[in-house]
Every structure is written in C-alpha cells, then in structure tokens.
C-alpha cells in the first residue's frame, strides 16, 4: 500500500507539544480601529490650538504699548482669541481618549469658524476632518461603548 505524502504523528518533522508557528491572533475592538482615525484630527486641533497660543506669548508686549500710551483693545482682544485655543485643545485632549464627543463636535465646529480661530488656514480643514469623523455613526458608537466603561 502506498504512504501519502502527509505527515504522519511518527514524522519527527512534527512535535505535537510545540506551540503553533506563524499563527498571530489580533482581536481588535472598535475602539482599536477608531483611534487611528481619530488621531489626525486630534493632532491638527492640537496644532490649531498651539498656533493660536503663540498669541498668548505677544500680551506682554501690548501691555507695555498700553502703558505707554497704546490702544486698550488689543490685549484684552489677544486674551479673549485665546480662550477658544484653550478649549479646543482640551476637546482635541478628550477627543484622543473618546470622552465628551458632544464637546468634541463642538470644538471641531469652532475650529471652523475664521473669527474664532485667526489660523484659518490651519483651522478650516482640520475642523471640517474633525466634524466629518465625528459624525460618523461608528464613531458615536465607539464614545459610547468607551463612555460606559
């Protein structure tokens, strides 16, 4: 009778006791797969976020032109256009770990908007990447699910 090509349990080529090779098991959860899709954006809101801090940087330099006699508007203007950076980049923060995606949309939003942000060219693309992430249907399930844990 003839032997078939197959190993046999007595072929020394095979060891029954030694753990699989070349078998790799992943099992990715939805959030596995969102943060990848979340992180572009999260790190273009941070970047939004910092350019728009390097405004913070020039307060002294208007409080000393207002002591000598400058306009009064220009620095309370430069700490109020700060006030959305610093929310934007705490929602960018909350955005990465999928906590608040209500405040996340709205950070996103505002990124959009040129009188609330000054780097429009930065802002505008990155929010509208931000908002059409956000609106996806996965990615509210994917908060959720992180949300009740």
């Known amino acids: 009778m003839k032997q078939s090509s197959e190993h046999t349990l007595t072929d020394p080529a095979i060891n029954p006791y030694e753990s699989p090779q070349g078998i790799e098991l992943s099992v990715e959860t939805a959030e596995d797969q969102m943060i990848p899709a979340l992180r572009g954006p999260s790190m273009g809101l941070l970047l939004l976020a ?36 610093i929310f934007i980049c705490f929602a960018a923060l909350r955005m990465r770990q999928m906590r608040s995606l209500r405040l996340c949309r709205v950070a996103a939003i505002m990124a959009c908007i040129p009188f609330v942000t000054p780097t429009i060219v930065v802002g505008i693309p990155f929010g509208i990447w931000a908002t059409v992430v956000l609106f996806r249907s996965s990615t509210a399930a994917a908060f959720e699910r992180q949300s009740q844990e």
């Open 50 to 85: 910092g350019m728009q801090s390097l405004n913070v940087l020039t307060i002294p330099i208007w409080l000393y032109q207002f002591f000598a006699g400058a306009n009064v508007m220009e620095p309370a203007l430069i700490t109020l256009m700060s006030l959305p950076s």
